[in-house]
């Protein structure tokens, strides 16, 4: 598991910073209008953009909402979990997903160079 942010609680949002190799932005979790029960219960924004939803956590993983970042750039979604914290600094984690055995393809990761 590996923390890719940082948000915190702002009114009935929460507003935080995802930050990899490829990627530094400032994000806003914005409540969003449900129109069917099984809709998202926020949308993540970049300034003015939807770059992907959230939904409440319904189990006992200890997170508050599973997410799903998107971007054209990328093959697929990305889900991470916001998670629960003490301190009011609620980290964002991503777990990467195992491979699926009967997927064709090299699942082995380049080596690094020296």
Same mark, same amino acid.
């Given at each position: 598991?590996?923390?890719?942010?940082?948000?915190?609680?702002? #009114?009935?949002?929460?507003?935080?910073?995802? %930050?990899?190799? @490829? *990627?530094?932005?400032?994000?806003?979790?914005? $409540? =969003?209008?449900?129109?069917?029960?099984?809709?998202?219960?926020?949308?993540?924004?970049?300034?003015?953009?939807?770059? #992907?939803?959230?939904?409440?956590?319904?189990? %006992?993983?200890? @997170? *508050?909402?599973?997410?799903?970042?998107?971007? $054209? =750039?990328?093959?697929?979604?990305?889900?991470?979990?916001?998670?629960?914290?003490?301190?009011?600094?609620?980290?964002?984690?991503?777990?990467?997903?195992?491979?699926?055995?009967?997927?064709?393809?090299?699942?082995?990761?380049?080596?690094? $160079?020296?």
């Amino acid at each position: 598991m590996s923390v890719i942010g940082h948000f915190r609680r702002e #009114g009935d949002g929460f507003v935080g910073r995802v %930050a990899t190799l @490829a *990627l530094d932005a400032a994000l806003k979790l914005v $409540p =969003a209008t449900r129109g069917n029960a099984r809709g998202p219960d926020y949308l993540v924004m970049l300034g003015e953009n939807e770059v #992907g939803a959230a939904w409440r956590a319904s189990d %006992a993983s200890g @997170a *508050l909402l599973n997410v799903k970042l998107d971007d $054209p =750039a990328w093959s697929e979604p990305v889900n991470v979990r916001l998670m629960a914290a003490e301190d009011g600094a609620l980290p964002l984690t991503w777990i990467r997903r195992a491979e699926d055995k009967d997927k064709p393809g090299d699942k082995a990761a380049p080596p690094l $160079p020296d």
